[in-house]
């Protein structure tokens, strides 16, 4: 016999009901569909002498990654960072390898700390998004601009600071991914 008060709180959110279950599709989709339009926040109309916004679709691969570590392909890296690609303005490639080689990287650090907590998760995200600036800025010194790695300053300080904020938001867009929707048939 079950007491009232033996349950937690949205325990019983994500079970099947009559005519209510979870979609797959949205269940796939989401984490697809929030990095690849984060990767549009380079068009937007803020216009800066140095960069400031921090890599925000890098930050919600790396977010999602660390969250459900299951839920995208070691492989996701590749497709995604093309779509970064087209709209950061880097030398084209440099996020496809970066966004690869970081999710490499975490798969080998998940793969070496079997249990992790808040600060695990923001220190390891803050070392992998320190490395993506860093090798960005790089790749785009070889292609032709200025080598002066104190200008990414700013924009790695802004992602360690943000990245607790949007690490709600990817929960709060899990819940969504995983809410139940009316079944027909």
């Known amino acids: 016999m079950s ?33 690849a339009l984060a990767s549009l926040v380079p068009l937007s109309p803020v216009i800066a ?25 070691l492989w996701a890296g590749a497709p995604l960072g093309l779509i970064d690609d087209l709209y950061s303005g880097q030398p084209f490639g440099s996020a496809i390898l970066l966004w690869s080689i970081a999710m490499i990287g975490m798969e080998l650090i998940d793969g070496w700390l079997r249990w992790r907590g808040f600060w695990q998760d923001w220190l390891v995200a803050s070392v992998v998004i320190a490395a993506y600036l860093l090798l960005s800025h790089v790749v785009a010194s070889i292609a032709g601009g200025a080598f002066a790695p104190g200008l990414i300053l700013p924009q790695l300080l802004l992602s360690f600071i943000a990245f607790p904020l949007l690490t709600r938001v990817i929960a709060i867009l899990d819940l969504l991914r995983l809410a139940r929707i009316r079944v027909l048939g």
């Open 3 to 35: 007491l009232g008060g033996d349950r937690l709180p949205g325990s019983g959110l994500f079970s099947r009901r009559i005519n209510r279950a979870p979609s797959r599709t949205l269940a796939t989709v989401v984490p697809w569909l929030t990095i």
């Open 49 to 73: 002498s140095t960069p400031v916004i921090p890599p925000l679709s890098f930050m919600l691969l790396v977010g999602w990654r660390l969250l459900r570590p299951g839920l995208l392909p």
